[in-house]
């Protein structure tokens, strides 16, 4: 029986564009692809979110890597990147009816140690019984590992746990570590049935009314 609900963040209760986000510093089409690439797309990015190496580490590496000129840019964007994301409103009927109907409630992402910069953009975040950040346990899904110390920490039963994710292969981890999973593509009424299906008590017309509410 399935009594804990676990969320992804980016993609899931937030939106995260780093690609658009990038276009607010340079009109380049080059340049914008360069600094995707660079620092989001970027093995020192995945350091950053293991919480591996600092944020100054992080730029001071990627900066060797580009041209002088745009290295203001590249810092810039790793000291405000947080600040495009944007809540995904439409999630909180969903997380408050589970929360009504007794299921615990957790966060668990892959995040730099800067998630504590942005939680608050998290909607319903008080509905929440805690959070477990990648970097602060140096793990990164899809690892099983994570996983497991996500369990241990807050005593749960895997076979317990739902995990919702944007990712099929961070979805995939979570299974092969005993929990169910549902795979979200952006659609809250697939997510819903999703979760009907995997036994989670909904009312599904009254959410489906509160989400055209909101």
């Known amino acids: 029986m399935i009594k804990n609900i676990v969320f ?80 995904n409103e439409a999630m909180k009927p969903l997380v408050k009816q589970l929360k009504d109907q007794g299921y615990k409630l957790y966060i668990l992402s892959n995040a730099p140690h800067a998630f504590h910069e942005f939680k608050h953009r998290i909607p319903a975040l008080d509905l929440f019984d805690s959070a477990f950040v990648s970097a602060e346990w140096k793990l990164l899904k899809p690892q099983i590992e994570i996983f497991q110390a996500f369990c241990s920490h807050f005593q749960l039963v895997p076979s317990e746990c739902l995990f919702i994710d944007d990712l099929a292969i961070n979805v995939e981890g979570a299974i092969n570590a005993g929990m169910d999973g549902c795979i979200f593509k952006g659609n809250i009424q697939e997510l819903v049935l999703k979760l009907e299906n995997a036994g989670v008590k909904l009312d599904k017309k009254q959410l489906i009314l509160n989400i055209s509410d909101d």
């Open 8 to 87: 992804d963040v980016g993609n899931v209760l937030v939106h995260y564009a780093p690609a658009k986000f990038i276009k607010r510093f340079t009109d380049v089409p080059e340049y914008q692809e360069l600094l995707l690439h660079e620092i989001f797309l970027s093995v020192e990015w995945i350091k950053y979110d293991r919480g591996t190496i600092s944020k100054e580490e992080l730029g001071r590496t990627i900066c060797s890597r580009v041209k002088e000129s745009l290295h203001d840019t590249v810092l810039e964007i790793i000291d405000c990147w947080h600040e495009e994301i944007k809540p």
